[in-house]
């Protein structure tokens, strides 16, 4: 079993920038990789970010060169990062953090992110 708690969303202006914070724990030793996802309202769930257990980074191509994905597990828990520089309105969802684990998917509660113009 894993816990997964997002954390950092907030009201930010065009251009600006935010971190995510994605707090895994419990059977950390078992997951595969990282992800965020982000949903806006009336949309579907879309991909943004990946980090694989080896450190591969992968993003979706409308967060390319503004989002980096990091993560730490230094702390017996796996801390993942999402750092969103140049924000835009189109940016504004919520984002959940997902464990990609051996046992299954789980996922966070969300963390809302809004972009004002």
């Known amino acids: 079993q894993v816990q997964v708690v997002e954390s950092g969303g907030g009201l930010v202006q065009t251009g600006g920038s935010l971190r995510l914070s994605c707090a895994a724990s419990?059977?950390?030793?078992?997951?595969?990789?990282m992800m965020w996802y982000r949903q806006a309202p009336g949309k579907e769930r879309d991909y943004v970010a990946t980090i694989t257990s080896g450190g591969g980074k992968y993003y979706a191509d409308s967060v390319k060169g503004r989002f980096s994905i990091s993560r730490d597990d230094s702390q017996g828990k796996m801390m993942v990062y999402l750092q969103m520089n140049s924000l835009k309105p189109e940016d504004t969802a919520v984002y959940y953090c997902?464990?990609?684990?051996?046992?299954?998917?789980?996922w966070g509660q969300g963390t809302q992110v809004t972009v004002s113009s």
């Open positions: 419990g059977s950390i030793f078992n997951i595969n990789q």
């Open positions: 997902v464990c990609k684990h051996v046992s299954g998917d789980y």
